[in-house]
């Protein structure tokens, strides 16, 4: 059944540079198709469906992406006025702010889920429950987060470390994308669970923390303005998250442990190839592959075949124009790659 008064904000404006080079500024990874012919943006909406109606479904998207956007969600049947566009990213606290506000002038008693547009999540089903029992930690006031209990030391998430109290998870601190010493032990700490990026909360009470902790943002967006004022104010904004600009410094955030998602945020070749169904060898392979000896290894081979021997924890990623080989564990560093090519090379982005 659906809920009534529940929304959803998807943030879809990223470039995600992390899944270079199969990911681009003009096609992001929200676009790509990833499993089974659909895409990761495909994906979300589907996931949401049991619970949420496509008229209450919004996209906030980098203006660039409009068309893109609109195609796609043809099929989902979700109006084009949902689609508010970004003249320029600015992070997710304006985004957020400026999705809050527009629901909240539709439906005050509105609550809302703030979803990226990126991630994957294999089990459907746990996410509903896990969205289900935030709605309704949201509806008490609070700032909700889903927490994903860490499976590995992981450098490039945040953390939330979380005391129980009451039988209620609060969120005492953040941080973020820690050293690997200080991953390894929050692994072992069974406090701390990876900060997945989807939150739930009312429109007014977000809108009140905006005011309070952002009021440069609340003071462009808090009101619904019409874009013609948005266009002309957008460039005052600072660029920050909801994470840093509120969640790290009010009241009131508590997690939901969102437990046996598959949930992964996709933002390395690395975290992508540990949710994907694998060979006896521990590989994942896409496309035309010739593997001898290889195992543990991500290939991804768009236009030829490519054939591996003996390798062991490496990715390759083969596109007309740009190949990747790095050892997996490394995949993050994909980020400096992308920040030498927008000194040298900027068409291959």
């Not at 209450?56 to 989902?76: G, M, S």
Request: charged content about 25%.
């Amino acid at each position: 059944m659906k809920d009534k008064h529940l929304y959803a904000v998807i943030l879809a404006g990223g470039a995600g540079t992390r899944f270079w080079p199969v990911s681009r500024k003009k096609n992001p990874k929200q676009f790509l198709e990833v499993m089974g012919g659909r895409t990761l943006l495909d994906l979300t909406l589907l996931r949401l469906k049991p619970l949420i109606a496509s008229d209450h479904v919004f996209i906030v998207t980098n203006v660039r992406y409009e068309q893109a956007t609109k195609r796609l969600l043809k099929k989902f049947k979700v109006p084009h006025k949902n689609i508010l566009l970004e003249p320029q990213g600015k992070n997710t606290a304006p985004a957020v702010c400026w999705a809050a506000s527009r629901i909240h002038t539709i439906d005050p008693q509105a609550v809302i889920a703030v979803l990226p547009s990126d991630h994957l999540i294999l089990n459907a089903a746990a996410f509903i429950r896990a969205l289900k029992k935030a709605a309704g930690m949201a509806r008490k006031g609070f700032l909700v987060t889903f927490g994903i209990a860490p499976t590995r030391p992981e450098t490039g998430y945040g953390y939330l470390k979380t005391a129980t109290r009451r039988q209620i998870v609060f969120v005492d601190k953040f941080t973020e994308k820690p050293t690997l010493a200080k991953a390894k032990n929050f692994v072992m700490n069974k406090n701390y669970y990876w900060n997945s990026g989807m939150f739930v909360w009312k429109t007014s009470v977000i809108l009140k923390a905006f005011k309070k902790y952002l009021p440069k943002v609340y003071s462009v967006l808090g009101n619904d303005p019409a874009y013609s004022q948005l266009l002309k104010r957008w460039q005052q904004l600072p660029g920050i998250s909801v994470d840093y600009g509120i969640l790290e410094k009010a009241d009131g955030v508590v997690a939901v442990v969102a437990k046996d998602l598959g949930w992964s945020d996709v933002g390395s070749w690395e975290s992508l190839m540990e949710t994907m169904r694998k060979d006896r060898q521990g590989n994942v392979f896409f496309g035309d592959v010739i593997n001898i000896g290889s195992q543990r290894t991500l290939v991804y081979a768009k236009d030829r075949p490519i054939a591996t021997i003996g390798l062991d924890h490496c990715v390759i990623v083969d596109t007309p124009d740009a190949l990747l080989v790095c050892r997996s564990d490394q995949s993050q560093k994909v980020k400096d790659v992308v920040e030498v090519l927008k000194n040298k090379r900027d068409h291959l982005l």
